[in-house]
């Protein structure tokens, strides 16, 4: 008596592979096709996906890496650039130029710094809290210093001290306020170098450090040698330090533009048809002139 083949059984596994196999191949699958059969086709399915993400793994990192490169000739260019300002700085300062100048190109430098810090914010490269910390540390850190200078101070001084420790504030600033430290270390670095090296070197070299004493004292009584948040803190508290500081501004605004109006003509004219008070000071110091 012959034994009659009962109905095929197949496994739950069995089911899962010729399921997969089935997604992978719409068209059907041969009649009869056995486990072992559908096995090797997922397996080449496999072999095929894991092939395609390693090339997409290595497209990446061929992204990365010219980013990379990118970034690299970047902070070389900036170090060139430093350098390079640098030492023409150092021939500048050569010709012993007016303190109140030297201030001026600092404060010139300090602004599109500060401009780079808070621009990686609206890039969405530092968090939003940032921007109080960048604006606090530079407020009272290097605008501090520009405004005191020429004033030389010894390094056993809180001014000395006060600089150094938020220099290294700004840094650890620089490395928790990243969203992504290791996306974005590269400005991490361009930010030590313009900010943490350029700067610094740049208030170091202006410092009158090969005068006499004599002539640092003549030139510190020219600066408000207090610190800005003591001086910040009396402007708020005193009416007579409001009114009094109103009348430096104005008078000091009032110098500027006499001095940008005599040197453009075209700026004297705008000048004196906004303010007709002008045209006898200007018409006083082209006669001193003449």
């Known amino acids: 008596m012959g034994l009659v083949p009962g109905p095929r059984v197949e496994s739950s596994g069995g089911r899962e592979l010729r399921a997969v196999a089935a997604r992978q191949f719409p068209i059907g699958l041969p009649r009869g096709a056995s486990c072992g059969w559908i096995v090797a086709v997922v397996a080449a399915c496999l072999m095929q996906e894991v092939e395609g993400k390693s090339r997409g793994k290595w497209d990446r990192d061929k992204s990365g890496d010219s980013n990379a490169v990118g970034m690299t000739i970047a902070i070389f260019v900036m170090l060139l650039l430093i350098t390079c300002g640098g030492t023409l700085w150092c021939f500048y300062l ?17 602004g599109p710094a500060v401009a780079a810090e808070l621009s990686l914010v609206w890039i969405q490269q530092f968090y939003k809290w940032m921007i109080l910390v960048l604006l606090l540390i530079n407020f009272w850190g290097p605008l501090d210093a520009v405004l005191r200078y020429p004033v030389v101070h010894d390094f056993e001084t ?3 001290l006060k600089q150094i420790l938020l220099i290294i504030a700004k840094i650890t600033s620089y490395a928790f306020g990243l969203k992504d430290f290791y996306a974005g270390r590269f400005w991490f670095f361009g930010l030590l170098m313009l900010n943490i090296m350029g700067l610094p070197i740049l208030y170091f070299l202006a410092l009158p450090l090969d005068d006499s004493p004599e002539e640092q004292r003549s030139a510190r009584e020219s600066v408000v040698d207090e610190d800005i948040a003591l001086r ?16 430096a501004c104005r008078r000091r605004a009032h110098v500027l533009a006499i001095s ?14 906004l303010d007709p008070s002008y045209k006898r000071l200007l018409n006083r110091g082209v006669g001193r002139a003449v």
Not at 94 to 110: F, G, K, S, T
Not at 260 to 273: H, I, N, R, T
């Open 260 to 273: 940008a109006a005599s040197a453009s003509p075209l700026l004297g004219k705008v000048l004196c048809w």
């Open 94 to 110: 050569e010709y012993q130029p007016d303190p109140r100048r030297v201030r001026a190109i600092m404060l010139c430098v300090l």
């Open 232 to 247: 910040v803190a009396r402007l708020m508290t005193d009416a007579e330090e409001r009114r009094s500081s109103w009348r």
């Open 158 to 160: 809180l001014f000395s």
